[in-house]
């Protein structure tokens, strides 16, 4: 059986670290939800995971089928069989979506797809989300609203069927007919491809209608608790305020001091420091 | 002869309203209340061009540039209710001097300057697209796309004039350049010179290397990296190939492609 071990993962983001020593396992064919308050590294653990250049593993182990996964690329990653469907796609102009699917799909193809295939590929994975087909002529997710930029990525993974998909707040932007589309899709590549999955939400209603198989909650850069599906119930009622009194764990608030540095325009541009008022 | 214009093509309601006289400039009359689409591929490497187009006609120039430019000068004259369009698709080794001075002379008028640039092997380019507003109620934009790459250069100076009393004139400037590599350069102008205050204008300019976040999509879907940064970068040319007719528009797909 496949299987993703993350092993005592610490990482830090611009010299801030963020996770603290996560352990989790996630095999082929389970759900594995992955709760936790805002701001406590899950996002983190999902980009550290796929190697994003922005985050750095100072520590720890990431191992898919006794393969070291942090001695990837980010492209070698993909081609292992792990999948993220972000949170914010990047809206890319210029670059046609029939283009980067075809060539994202011979990526992880020893022989180049024909075209009749490719097409039809296509033309079925468009009907599962619910996009319309004249989508791939348009630049990669320029312009797309937010519910078919979620939905473009979970096209991205039926296109690529990977062994792993880890899904960053998929549900966020969708509406209800939406919510319900993505999630059939999610169980049926559950079910009929055995994928397992990785599935940041803060909704029960998500999570009712995939039926993970377990769950994990993410607190202060660690996993502090692993379940099964009622740890999902039990938080949705009763919020994380019981992890502090049952398991002894201050719930650090979230740091809303930060702000990032910007500019704006060329003739004005203005820095906000931090601190500034 | 110095500046003949070796070929032209163009397309128009009326085959008289195109006069070529070939003199010191090489002059293109473009009559009244005309239509015309005129592409223009081939120049000798020294060529002064001017365009007078009549009142309330439209000029859509296409210059497909593959040959090596020492220098180029193109003047237009856009007068009352009348608008001239040039797309720029430039794919050869050398641009010594591009100069283009676009004249808003009537109210009404309007002009636009499309240009996507490749600058490769050590090429260096530098072009000088510039318009006077010279009265009220005229409309210009620079828009420009640029990819320098294997230590090559571009640079772009766009200069819009308003002048005084030229109300209600509005003038747009956007450039921006992708560098492929470190040794590669990019130089960019976008100029205002404003000499009366009720008007519109604005102008932006960015300059940078691919964008981490784009190509780490890419990556992430198991595309590799060199071919990530193709994709991005045909992304950014690419779309001036759709002014031109499709035979034109499938050189230039082939040009850039066989760039990258």
Redesign the interface.
């Known amino acids: 059986m496949k299987s993703l071990k993350i092993k005592n993962l610490h990482v830090e983001v611009e010299g801030k670290e963020i996770l603290k020593g996560v352990n989790l396992t996630i095999n082929e064919g389970e759900i594995l939800a992955l709760l936790g308050p805002n701001g406590h590294g899950k996002s983190t653990l999902l980009a550290a995971i796929m190697g994003n250049p922005r985050y750095k593993v100072t520590k720890g182990e990431i191992i898919l089928d006794d393969k070291d996964v942090l001695k990837m690329s980010v492209d070698e990653r993909s081609k292992a069989g792990l999948f993220l469907a972000f949170q914010n796609p990047s809206e890319i102009p210029g670059v046609v979506s029939a283009d980067f699917f075809k060539g994202a799909i011979n990526a992880h193809r020893d022989n180049k797809i024909k075209l009749f295939e490719f097409y039809r590929s296509l033309e079925t994975a468009c009907k599962e989300v619910n996009l319309p087909f004249d989508m791939v002529n348009r630049n990669l997710n320029d312009g797309f609203s937010g519910g078919e930029k979620k939905r473009n990525e979970i096209l991205q993974m039926i296109l690529l069927n990977p062994n792993i998909a880890m899904l960053d707040e998929i549900d966020s932007g969708l509406d209800v007919d939406a919510i319900n589309t993505v999630s059939e899709c999610i169980v049926k590549q559950n079910r009929e491809k055995n994928t397992g999955f990785l599935v940041i939400s803060h909704y029960a209603r998500l999570f009712d209608l995939i039926h993970p198989s377990k769950a994990a909650v993410m607190v202060n850069g660690r996993i502090v608790t692993e379940g099964d599906s009622s740890l999902i119930s039990k938080i949705d009622k009763e919020g994380y305020e019981w992890i502090e009194k049952e398991l002894g764990i201050s719930i650090k608030k979230e740091d809303q001091q930060s702000m990032n540095k910007v500019s704006i325009g060329v003739c004005a541009t203005k820095e906000v420091l931090k601190n500034e008022k | 002869m110095k500046n003949k214009i070796t070929s032209y093509f163009y397309e128009g309601e009326n085959k008289n309203v195109v006069s070529l006289k070939h003199e010191e400039t090489a002059s293109f009359l473009i009559h009244d209340d005309s239509n015309i689409l005129l592409d223009i591929n081939e120049f000798n490497e020294n060529n002064n061009v001017s365009f007078i187009i009549g009142n309330n006609s439209k000029l859509t120039l296409r210059l497909l540039v593959v040959n090596n430019l020492d220098d180029l000068n193109i003047k237009v004259n856009v007068p009352r209710g009348s608008k001239f369009d040039m797309i720029v698709a430039d794919f050869s080794d050398k641009v010594e001097k591009f100069n283009t001075l676009v004249s808003l002379e009537g109210e009404d008028s309007e002009a636009s300057i499309h240009l996507a640039t490749l600058s490769k092997e050590g090429n260096k380019k530098k072009f000088n697209l510039s318009f006077d507003h010279k009265v009220g109620k005229t409309k210009s934009l620079i828009d420009c796309y640029g990819v320098s790459k294997d230590s090559s250069l571009i640079k772009i100076d766009g200069i819009s004039h308003i002048y005084e009393n030229a109300n209600k004139a509005d003038a747009t400037q956007k450039v921006r350049v992708i560098l492929f590599d470190k040794e590669s350069e990019a130089i960019a102008n ?1 100029i205002l010179k404003i000499d009366c205050n009720d008007i519109k204008a604005q ?3 960015a300059i940078g290397s691919l ?4 190509l ?10 060199n ?2 940064r193709s ?2 970068t ?3 040319l ?2 001036i190939a759709q002014y031109f007719e499709e035979k034109d528009g499938e050189k230039i797909k082939e040009i850039i492609g066989g760039a990258f």
Not at chain 2, 211 to 214: A, I, K, S, T, Y
Not at chain 2, 216 to 225: A, D, H, N, P
């Open positions: 976008p102008h932006a300019c964008r981490e976040e784009h780490y999509y890419l990556l992430s879907r198991g595309i590799e990296i071919e990530a994709l991005i045909l992304g950014y690419l779309p």
